[in-house]
């Protein structure tokens, strides 16, 4: 079955990075384009960022362009969110999702909190 497992989040302070990953099993993970979403408390999820089962095309949300980085690994399995400049604004829990067919498949997600 398919399987979706990121990790990398935590607290962060306001200009500080992160790198979020998310492990693919259970699908030819290699034939499928994969996206990262966020939710903050009280708000719907937003696309955060697209990558092409590739690798060579990437789209991103506008608040995030220019200081987020999408990119994967096709030998790992393996999807990647660099995040540089955060902001407290960017505070959400942090989901990776693959389309297959008319089926989505969700991680469990993982927490980013931009404080000082």
């Known amino acids: 079955q398919v399987q979706l497992v990121e990790s990398g989040g935590g607290l962060v302070q306001p200009g500080g990075s992160l790198r979020l990953s998310c492990a693919a099993s259970?699908?030819?993970?290699?034939?499928?384009?994969m996206s990262w979403y966020r939710q903050a408390p009280g708000k719907e999820r937003e696309l955060v960022a697209t990558?092409?089962?590739?690798?060579?095309?990437?789209s991103y949300g506008d608040a995030m362009k220019g200081r987020f980085t999408i990119s994967r690994d096709n030998a790992k399995s393996t999807v990647y969110l660099q995040m540089a400049s955060l902001e407290p604004e960017d505070t959400a829990v942090y989901y990776c999702?693959?389309?297959?067919?008319?089926?989505?498949?969700w991680g469990q997600g993982t927490q980013v909190t931009v404080s000082s």
């Open positions: 999702k693959v389309r297959r067919g008319p089926n989505e498949y």
């Open positions: 259970g699908f030819t993970f290699s034939g499928y384009p």
């Open positions: 990558i092409s089962s590739a690798g060579g095309i990437t």
